[in-house]
C-alpha cells in the first residue's frame, strides 16, 4: 500500500502550531491543533481545531453531551510518551484515543498535522485527510480566533 504522508514541512521548533504554522509559511488555518480533554468519567477526547482557533469547551461539551476539561501536561507526557514533551499527535488512533474533528478543518484543500516534535508538519490533501478521520465524530467545535489582528491600512 502507498503511504499517503509523503510530504512533510521541518520548521524552527516551536512551541504552538500556530508559531509552527508561522515559522513554515503556512496558514494557520490549514494547520490542526489537537487539545487534549478529559470527562468525569475519566474518558479522553482529542479536539482537533485549526491553529488559529481556540476551542470551544461549550460546543464539545454540546455535542457529546458529557463535561470535558484540559488535562495537565503531565497527562500529556504519560499519554503520549513517544512525543516531545507538549507536542500532541494529530492522530488519536494509535493511542486508543477518540477524536472529535472541527468542520472547518474537513472543508481546507490542505492540512498539515503536527508530528510529535515541535520541529514537522505533515501534509495531506484534502481527501488524503478526510479519509484519515473519516470515522470520526466532527462538528463546529472552534472558539474564537487566535494571533496577531488583521492591520487595517491608515488613511492619510
Request: charged share 20%; glycine share 6%.
Amino acid at each position: 500500500m502507498k503511504n499517503p504522508l509523503r510530504y512533510g514541512f521541518k520548521h524552527r521548533r516551536a512551541l504552538t502550531l500556530l508559531d509552527s504554522s508561522r515559522s513554515a509559511h503556512l496558514s494557520a488555518h490549514e494547520v490542526t491543533k489537537v487539545v487534549v480533554l478529559q470527562n468525569e468519567e475519566g474518558d479522553y477526547l482529542m479536539a482537533s481545531v485549526p491553529a488559529n482557533s481556540r476551542l470551544s469547551l461549550i460546543g464539545v461539551n454540546n455535542l457529546t453531551g458529557k463535561h470535558y476539561r484540559l488535562v495537565s501536561e503531565n497527562k500529556l507526557q504519560e499519554l503520549f510518551p513517544d512525543c516531545s514533551p507538549g507536542a500532541i499527535p494529530a492522530i488519536g488512533h494509535p493511542y486508543k484515543l477518540k477524536m472529535l474533528i472541527d468542520n472547518s478543518l474537513l472543508t481546507s484543500e490542505t492540512v498539515y498535522i503536527e508530528s510529535g516534535d515541535h520541529q514537522n508538519l505533515l501534509k495531506l490533501t484534502h481527501q488524503e485527510y478526510n479519509h484519515l478521520v473519516a470515522k470520526m465524530l466532527h462538528g463546529n467545535i472552534r472558539g474564537t480566533h487566535v494571533g496577531a489582528p488583521h492591520l487595517r491600512k491608515r488613511r492619510y
